[in-house]
Protein backbone atom coordinates (compact mmCIF):
# COMPACT_ATOMS: atom_id res chain seq x y z
CA UNK A 1 0.00 0.00 0.00
CA UNK A 2 2.99 2.45 0.79
CA UNK A 3 4.52 1.60 -2.28
CA UNK A 4 1.38 2.63 -4.18
CA UNK A 5 0.18 5.63 -2.58
CA UNK A 6 4.07 6.90 -3.06
CA UNK A 7 3.41 6.13 -6.72
CA UNK A 8 0.14 8.17 -6.49
CA UNK A 9 1.61 10.92 -5.14
CA UNK A 10 4.95 11.00 -7.50
CA UNK A 11 1.97 11.09 -10.38
CA UNK A 12 0.37 13.83 -8.94
CA UNK A 13 3.67 16.04 -8.35
CA UNK A 14 4.49 15.29 -12.29
CA UNK A 15 1.40 16.41 -13.49
CA UNK A 16 1.60 19.31 -10.95
CA UNK A 17 4.93 20.63 -13.07
CA UNK A 18 3.30 20.57 -16.38
CA UNK A 19 -0.36 22.14 -15.35
CA UNK A 20 0.57 25.73 -14.56
CA UNK A 21 -0.33 27.74 -11.25
CA UNK A 22 -3.70 27.31 -10.22
CA UNK A 23 -5.49 30.55 -8.68
CA UNK A 24 -8.82 28.97 -8.03
CA UNK A 25 -8.82 25.45 -6.83
CA UNK A 26 -11.55 22.95 -7.07
CA UNK A 27 -12.55 19.98 -5.09
CA UNK A 28 -10.20 17.87 -6.72
CA UNK A 29 -7.04 20.20 -6.33
CA UNK A 30 -8.01 20.81 -2.90
CA UNK A 31 -7.71 16.84 -2.06
CA UNK A 32 -4.50 16.36 -4.11
CA UNK A 33 -2.47 19.51 -1.90
CA UNK A 34 -3.89 17.87 1.17
CA UNK A 35 -2.70 14.51 0.10
CA UNK A 36 0.89 15.39 -0.75
CA UNK A 37 0.64 17.87 2.61
CA UNK A 38 0.05 14.75 4.75
CA UNK A 39 2.23 11.84 3.02
CA UNK A 40 4.80 10.32 5.29
CA UNK A 41 7.08 10.11 2.44
CA UNK A 42 9.71 12.95 2.91
CA UNK A 43 10.66 12.40 -0.42
CA UNK A 44 7.43 12.88 -1.76
CA UNK A 45 6.70 16.28 -0.38
CA UNK A 46 10.43 17.00 -0.92
CA UNK A 47 9.99 16.66 -4.93
CA UNK A 48 6.67 18.65 -4.62
CA UNK A 49 8.54 21.45 -2.81
CA UNK A 50 11.66 21.61 -4.87
CA UNK A 51 10.81 23.78 -7.68
CA UNK A 52 8.89 26.72 -5.05
CA UNK A 53 12.13 27.75 -3.56
CA UNK A 54 14.57 29.92 -6.01
CA UNK A 55 18.64 30.47 -4.75
CA UNK A 56 19.67 33.56 -5.03
CA UNK A 57 22.64 33.44 -2.88
CA UNK A 58 23.40 37.57 -3.45
CA UNK A 59 23.90 38.72 -0.20
CA UNK A 60 21.79 39.51 1.70
CA UNK A 61 19.36 37.75 -0.12
CA UNK A 62 19.19 34.28 0.11
CA UNK A 63 16.95 32.24 -1.82
CA UNK A 64 13.08 33.40 -3.05
CA UNK A 65 10.05 30.94 -2.55
CA UNK A 66 6.62 31.02 -3.95
CA UNK A 67 3.34 30.50 -2.25
CA UNK A 68 0.88 29.56 -4.68
CA UNK A 69 -2.94 28.94 -3.59
CA UNK A 70 -2.44 24.89 -4.04
CA UNK A 71 0.88 24.75 -2.09
CA UNK A 72 -0.35 26.84 0.50
CA UNK A 73 -3.13 24.53 1.13
CA UNK A 74 -0.18 21.60 0.80
CA UNK A 75 1.58 23.48 3.53
CA UNK A 76 -1.36 23.90 6.11
CA UNK A 77 -1.96 20.41 5.91
CA UNK A 78 2.31 19.43 6.28
CA UNK A 79 1.79 21.33 9.24
CA UNK A 80 -0.92 20.07 10.97
CA UNK A 81 0.04 16.54 10.10
CA UNK A 82 3.81 16.75 11.67
CA UNK A 83 2.23 17.63 15.06
CA UNK A 84 -0.08 14.80 14.47
CA UNK A 85 -3.40 16.45 13.13
CA UNK A 86 -4.70 14.74 9.79
CA UNK A 87 -8.34 16.20 10.41
CA UNK A 88 -7.01 19.33 7.64
CA UNK A 89 -9.92 18.62 5.17
CA UNK A 90 -11.30 20.32 2.32
CA UNK A 91 -13.75 22.45 4.35
CA UNK A 92 -10.67 23.94 6.71
CA UNK A 93 -8.68 24.70 3.16
CA UNK A 94 -11.69 26.06 0.98
CA UNK A 95 -12.44 28.48 4.14
CA UNK A 96 -8.28 29.54 4.49
CA UNK A 97 -8.34 30.03 0.36
CA UNK A 98 -11.17 32.46 0.76
CA UNK A 99 -9.38 34.27 3.29
CA UNK A 100 -6.95 35.58 0.53
CA UNK A 101 -8.77 34.55 -2.74
CA UNK A 102 -6.47 34.27 -5.77
CA UNK A 103 -3.09 35.31 -3.91
CA UNK A 104 0.45 34.73 -4.60
CA UNK A 105 2.82 35.09 -2.39
CA UNK A 106 6.65 35.61 -2.66
CA UNK A 107 9.39 35.33 0.15
CA UNK A 108 12.42 36.95 0.21
CA UNK A 109 14.75 35.23 2.92
CA UNK A 110 17.38 37.61 4.25
CA UNK A 111 20.49 37.03 6.48
CA UNK A 112 22.49 39.93 7.57
CA UNK A 113 26.09 40.37 8.50
CA UNK A 114 26.23 40.08 12.23
CA UNK A 115 27.55 43.55 12.64
CA UNK A 116 24.97 45.11 10.70
CA UNK A 117 23.42 48.70 11.78
CA UNK A 118 19.74 47.95 11.05
CA UNK A 119 17.14 48.89 12.79
CA UNK A 120 14.66 47.03 10.93
CA UNK A 121 14.16 44.82 7.87
CA UNK A 122 15.86 47.19 4.96
CA UNK A 123 12.47 48.86 2.88
CA UNK A 124 13.50 46.30 -0.33
CA UNK A 125 10.51 46.26 -2.85
CA UNK A 126 9.65 43.16 -4.62
CA UNK A 127 7.77 43.11 -8.19
CA UNK A 128 7.11 40.78 -10.64
CA UNK A 129 8.26 41.57 -14.42
CA UNK A 130 6.62 39.81 -17.13
CA UNK A 131 8.72 39.38 -20.48
CA UNK A 132 8.24 42.43 -21.72
CA UNK A 133 9.71 44.00 -18.88
CA UNK A 134 6.60 45.66 -17.32
CA UNK A 135 6.56 45.63 -13.58
CA UNK A 136 3.84 44.11 -11.35
CA UNK A 137 3.86 45.56 -7.88
CA UNK A 138 2.18 43.59 -5.21
CA UNK A 139 -1.18 44.51 -2.99
CA UNK A 140 0.47 44.07 -0.50
CA UNK A 141 4.03 44.12 1.90
CA UNK A 142 5.03 42.65 5.29
CA UNK A 143 8.72 42.87 6.71
CA UNK A 144 9.48 40.51 9.50
CA UNK A 145 12.64 40.52 11.45
CA UNK A 146 14.54 37.08 12.21
CA UNK A 147 16.77 37.26 15.93
CA UNK A 148 19.04 34.14 16.03
CA UNK A 149 19.85 31.31 13.32
CA UNK A 150 17.35 30.57 10.35
CA UNK A 151 15.17 27.32 11.49
CA UNK A 152 14.64 25.56 8.22
CA UNK A 153 11.83 23.12 7.13
CA UNK A 154 8.05 23.44 6.09
CA UNK A 155 6.24 23.60 9.12
CA UNK A 156 8.42 27.29 10.66
CA UNK A 157 8.44 28.84 7.39
CA UNK A 158 4.84 28.37 7.38
CA UNK A 159 4.47 28.89 11.35
CA UNK A 160 6.56 31.94 11.14
CA UNK A 161 8.42 32.96 8.07
CA UNK A 162 11.78 32.94 7.80
CA UNK A 163 12.68 31.00 11.31
CA UNK A 164 11.58 33.91 13.32
CA UNK A 165 12.82 34.24 16.44
CA UNK A 166 11.56 37.36 18.89
CA UNK A 167 14.41 39.41 19.62
CA UNK A 168 15.62 39.09 23.24
CA UNK A 169 17.79 41.38 25.08
CA UNK A 170 20.79 42.65 23.14
CA UNK A 171 20.67 39.76 20.16
CA UNK A 172 21.21 41.53 16.91
CA UNK A 173 18.58 41.24 14.18
CA UNK A 174 20.51 38.20 12.05
CA UNK A 175 18.00 38.43 8.69
CA UNK A 176 14.49 38.76 7.95
CA UNK A 177 11.72 37.79 5.20
CA UNK A 178 10.28 40.23 3.58
CA UNK A 179 6.39 38.40 2.10
CA UNK A 180 4.92 40.07 -0.77
CA UNK A 181 1.55 39.52 -1.67
CA UNK A 182 0.13 39.68 -5.42
CA UNK A 183 -3.14 39.30 -6.90
CA UNK A 184 -2.71 36.39 -9.21
CA UNK A 185 -6.00 36.82 -11.57
CA UNK A 186 -4.35 38.84 -14.14
CA UNK A 187 -0.94 36.55 -14.20
CA UNK A 188 -0.35 33.70 -17.01
CA UNK A 189 -1.11 30.47 -15.18
CA UNK A 190 1.99 28.89 -17.38
CA UNK A 191 3.86 32.77 -18.09
CA UNK A 192 7.82 33.33 -16.99
CA UNK A 193 8.01 36.12 -15.02
CA UNK A 194 11.24 37.64 -12.93
CA UNK A 195 10.81 38.41 -9.29
CA UNK A 196 12.97 41.80 -8.90
CA UNK A 197 13.93 42.95 -5.97
CA UNK A 198 14.92 46.72 -5.69
CA UNK A 199 16.36 49.07 -3.17
CA UNK A 200 15.25 52.70 -4.67
CA UNK A 201 16.20 52.91 -7.87
CA UNK A 202 19.05 49.76 -7.47
CA UNK A 203 18.40 46.32 -8.52
CA UNK A 204 19.62 43.89 -6.04
CA UNK A 205 18.88 40.21 -7.32
CA UNK A 206 16.56 38.93 -10.09
CA UNK A 207 15.40 35.35 -10.38
CA UNK A 208 13.42 33.49 -12.87
CA UNK A 209 10.03 31.77 -12.27
CA UNK A 210 8.12 29.53 -14.62
CA UNK A 211 4.98 28.95 -13.52
CA UNK A 212 4.53 26.43 -15.74
CA UNK A 213 6.01 24.15 -13.61
CA UNK A 214 4.29 25.28 -10.42
CA UNK A 215 0.57 24.77 -9.56
Known sequence: MGRILTWGLWIICATATLS??????????????????QS??????????????????????????LETPFRRVVLHAE?????????????????MLSAAPAELAV???LTFHPQNTYV??????????D?????????????????????????????????L?????????????IIARFDGRPLNANGAYDVLIVEGKAELARVRVDFGRLR
Open 20 to 37: GVQMTLDARAVTEAIAIG
Open 40 to 65: RVDADRARFHAPYRLPVNKPPIDFVE
Open 79 to 95: SRARVGDRTFGQRQALE
Open 107 to 109: WVE
Open 120 to 129: GVPPFEVLLT
Open 131 to 163: RGGARIPPRGFERLPRYGARVDGELSRLAVPGG
Open 165 to 177: ALPGGSQPMLGGT
